[in-house]
């Protein structure tokens, strides 16, 4: 019997329908805040946040989170040696809320990178039965500590965190921000991860992570990461493994962040976590960019370069047109899930290709040891190949 493709192609084709049956199976159970009963109780949550040079984010943030409707909590920041004017925004915002303690951060010990080290701070000076670590740059609607809270308590997790509503705003990160969300829903199986406490396919979002108090301090908290450049990655990984009920949950509708300023700025945010996502070990990292570049660029290239009557790839144009069409509805649902413009869809090819290149430079900048972030110089990591 003769196949209808070329193994190569029906091995593409297979791979994007995987892609988009996962897809599915994520956008049909994830659940948002709001689908959860509202709870009864209400235990102590301290809101935790660290800024380093946010004078153009903090008060937006801190104003959110000082407005919520949730009868106990503490919102604590701390400064984490800002040179620009955060610290005086946090000093007016503080007289004027009684609920707002500023910090301001010590000197940064050696083998500690400088985020966690002020959350661990942050925890240290907390109170509160919950904490909530959520970063300078994120906006929250008046109800997102209850629903959140109650989302917690009827999943019984021990770990809630959630996908925010990323705005972009430049075509710079139109293009590159958007891949976050595609690359959870399609290569994620996240209720399956949940189920069987698979700790090495979680995904934990460092702009939300709802911690119950015993459950954070029995994985050692960010002292357990305290050298882990993608600490929030580590802190999921380390409650599942340890046994604890981690939950992946939407919160567009409660939760937005301009997660970068332009397409540089995205670039280097990028370039410092993708290769940490993979444990640094460079042979998976090689393989999964490479199936995933194929799969997604080699389609849309084989119809255009038949188009300008120039072929550069073997794929057929039935396979080539099965594949993009494939390719198409997976980025749509991944973008309509997340808030993100769903037209942007249209630009997977390019926001692909582009994504390949931070890839590819994050790991040059792991390797050569000149990654950078804040304006700190992140120590060269341990790689293996497997």
Not at 201 to 220: D, H, K, N
Not at 250 to 271: K, P, Q
Request: aromatic share 12%; with cysteine.
């Amino acid at each position: 019997m003769t196949l209808p493709f070329h193994p190569h192609e029906l091995f593409v084709i297979l791979f994007l329908t995987f892609g988009l049956v996962t897809a599915i199976a994520n956008h049909l159970s994830l659940r948002r805040f709001d689908q959860y009963p509202r709870a009864t109780n209400w235990p102590r949550l301290s809101v935790l946040v660290p800024a380093r040079n946010e004078a153009r984010n903090i008060e937006t943030c801190v104003t959110s989170l000082l407005a919520q409707d949730y009868p106990d909590y503490e919102v604590i920041v701390l400064d984490d040696h800002s040179t620009d004017d955060t610290p005086k925004i946090l000093q007016k915002l503080s007289r004027d809320h009684s609920r707002l303690r500023v910090l301001k951060g010590a000197p940064l010990p050696e083998g500690w990178l400088g985020k966690h080290w002020a959350c661990h701070q942050l925890y240290q000076a907390s109170s509160g039965d919950l904490l909530l670590f959520t970063d300078a740059d994120t906006r929250h609607a008046p109800d997102m500590l209850r629903a959140s809270v109650s989302a917690l308590l009827a999943e019984h997790a021990d770990l809630v965190t959630a996908f925010p509503h990323e705005e972009v705003i430049t075509w710079g990160e139109k293009l590159i921000v958007p891949f976050m969300g595609f690359g959870i829903l399609t290569f994620l199986p996240l209720r399956l991860v949940q189920k069987l406490h698979w700790a090495s396919l979680s995904v934990t979002i460092g702009q939300f992570m709802l911690f119950r108090r015993q459950a954070y301090e029995r994985i050692g908290g960010f002292e357990a990461v305290r050298s882990e450049i993608v600490d929030d990655m580590s802190l999921g990984r380390n409650l599942i493994a340890a046994g604890g009920e981690w939950r992946f949950l939407d919160g567009t509708r409660h939760l937005s962040c301009r997660m970068y300023s332009g397409f540089w700025e995205a670039v280097d945010g990028f370039s410092k976590n993708i290769f940490a996502v993979f444990d640094y070990r460079i042979l998976p990292y090689l393989i999964g960019w490479t199936v995933i570049g194929l799969a997604f660029i080699e389609p849309a290239l084989a119809i255009l370069s038949r188009w300008m009557e120039y072929p550069l790839t073997p794929f057929s144009p039935e396979a080539a047109s099965l594949a993009v069409v494939l390719s198409l509805l997976l980025w749509s649902l991944a973008y309509r899930r997340f808030k993100f413009p769903v037209y942007l869809a249209l630009f997977y090819p390019l926001t692909m290709f582009l994504f390949l290149l931070v890839a590819l430079r994050s790991l040059v900048q792991t390797a050569s040891g000149t990654a950078t972030w804040k304006d700190r110089i992140l120590d060269r990591p341990a790689m293996r190949w497997l």
